[in-house]
C-alpha cells in the first residue's frame, strides 16, 4: 500500500517564520531553528519507509526547500484561504498522485520520530483517521485514507479549541479516529523554555556554583535559556546536569541554542579540517575489526598510534583514521555531523567492518549509540588479546574526561591496567577547558580551568589526548595519558603546529 507523509511548512525565511519567537531570537535564528525542525522531520519520514510530499508557503521558495531537504517524491505550493481549505488542499493533491495512506504533519515539533510515524501508519489499518495532539489544544499530526471536505470546519485555527473541534467534525463524519502521542510544538518562548527543559528550574544555585561560565556572567539553567547568544561559551561539560535537582541538562540546552545559531565564522578553521574530515584513510581498515585512533591521539601520540597499528595488524585487526563527527555536531552543525557519520558508517561497512575499537572517550561515548556495530574500547581489546602492562605506582591520582567523568565507563575497562591506590584529587576541577570549543569565546576560563589541576596534584593521569594537550600547554609537565604507558612507549607530547601535521600526515600513509 502507497504510504506518504505531507511535510506541511513555511519556507524558513527569517523574519518571516516562527514570528512569535521574536524579539527573544532573531528573525535569522528562528530561521536557523525552523530549518533544523523541517530536517529533522525530514529525516524521520524518510527513516519511516515512506514518501514525502513538501506542502510549503509562499509559492515562489521551493528551491530553498529542496536545499534543506534534498529530494521529496514531491513538491506542491498550500492552496487556500484559510489554513483548514490548505491542508485539505494537500490532501487531495496526495491522493491524486495515487497515495493510499497519508499523513499531514508540521514541522515545529523537535521530538518528531519514525517511530511516532509507523504508529499512526499503522494505525490507519484498524481506523479511518489518526490525530495526533500537541500540549496546547492543537494537533501536530492528522491521516486520512480518503480525502476529506468535511472536517476542516474549525472556526478558529490556532487556539487551544483546535483539537477538540477538530475531533467533533471527525464525529459528526462518521470517520473512526485513532488518537495518538501528544508532544509539544514550538511556537512561543514559552515552548522554547518547555523543549530545553529549563522550565522545572527551581532557582537553587547549585548549577551556577559548580559552573565557572555560570558563575562569570551570573545566571542558572533558566538564564542560560534566555541568552542563547551565551551558548558558545558553554563548555558542554555535564557538570551543571550532575548537580541538578531537576536534572536539567545545560548542554542540551547549549547545543540546541548553537543549532539556530550555527556560527561558522569562529571556527572556519576547525570545520576546514573536520567538515568533512579531510584526513580520512581507509586503505587499511579492511577487516572485521577495525581500529579508530580518532583525532587528537592520532596527533599527539603518533609514536603510540603506529605501534598500536602494528600490534593490532599482528592480531589480524585494521586501523582507520577518521573523526566521530563530535567536534562538528557540537559546534551546531548536526545535519553536517550525521552525513558525515553516515559517510563513516558507509565506509566501514564497506570494508566489512563488524566491531570498532576506539581510543578516544569522546569518540566512545559519542559513536556508541549511533553506530550499528559492537564499539569496544582500545582497553578491553587489548586485555582479550593478552597485550598490555600494568601500570605499577604507588598512588595512581586520576583525572576523568568529562564524558567519562559520571559513569566511568571506559575507566572500568583500563582499571585492571593500573596496580596502586587510586585518587582522584580533581573531583572540583570543571573541565579541562577544551570542551564544547567554548575557549574560543572564553579564552580566560578555559586557561583557568586547565590551571586549576596544578594546585591539586603534583602529577595526572588521564585517557583522554585532548585533555593531555590542554594541561601540557598550561604546564602540567607530569600529566601523562595510561595508555602509552601500559604500552611501554615513551613519546613526548608535542604542541604548536605539529599535531595538525601528525593528523595530517595519517593521510598519506
Known sequence: MKEAVILFTRVPIPGQTKTRLMPF???EACAALHSSLIKNAYKACRKAGADVLICYTPEDKADNLKKLTGEAAAYFPQKGKGLGERMSGAF???????????????????????????????????YD??????????????????????????????????????????????????????????????DLTAWYGADRCIHCGACTDSCRFLEKYKIDLAGLSE??????????????????PKDIDGARIALLERRMQADKSSYRGLLWEKNPYRFANYRRGRRKSVLFPGCNFTAFYPKTTKYLEQLMKGHGIGTIYDCCAKPVYELGFTQDAEDNLERLISRLKAGGAEELIVLCPNCFHFLKNRLDMKIVTVYQKLKELGEGNALKKDRIPVYYPCPDRKEKEMFRELHVYLEGEITEPFKTVQCCGLGGCAGVKEPRLSGDMAEAVKDLSG?????????????????????????????????KVPLGIQPFMNRARRKLL
Open 25 to 27: 531570537l532573531s528573525g
Open 92 to 126: 487531495q493533491e496526495g491522493f491524486r498522485l495515487g497515495y493510499e495512506k497519508i499523513l499531514l504533519t508540521g514541522t515545529d515539533i523537535p521530538e518528531i520520530s519514525a517511530e511516532i510515524l509507523k504508529e499512526a501508519f499503522q494505525a490507519l489499518e484498524a
Open 129 to 190: 483517521a489518526v490525530i495526533h495532539p500537541t500540549v496546547d489544544g492543537g494537533y501536530y499530526l492528522i491521516g486520512l485514507k480518503e480525502a476529506r471536505g468535511d472536517i476542516w470546519d474549525v472556526s478558529h485555527y490556532g487556539t487551544n479549541s483546535v483539537l477538540q473541534d477538530t475531533l467533533l467534525q471527525l464525529e459528526k463524519a462518521g470517520l473512526h479516529t485513532f488518537i495518538g502521542r501528544e508532544l509539544r510544538d514550538i511556537d512561543t518562548k514559552e
Open 227 to 244: 541568552r542563547p547568544g551565551l551558548a558558545y561559551s558553554c563548555f558542554l561539560c555535564g557538570r551543571c546536569k550532575e548537580v541538578c
Open 459 to 491: 602529577e595526572l593521569y588521564t585517557y583522554c589526548a585532548s585533555c593531555i594537550s590542554s594541561f601540557r600547554r598550561k604546564g602540567m609537565n607530569e600529566a601523562y595519558h595510561i595508555l602509552p604507558l601500559i604500552l611501554g612507549i615513551d613519546e
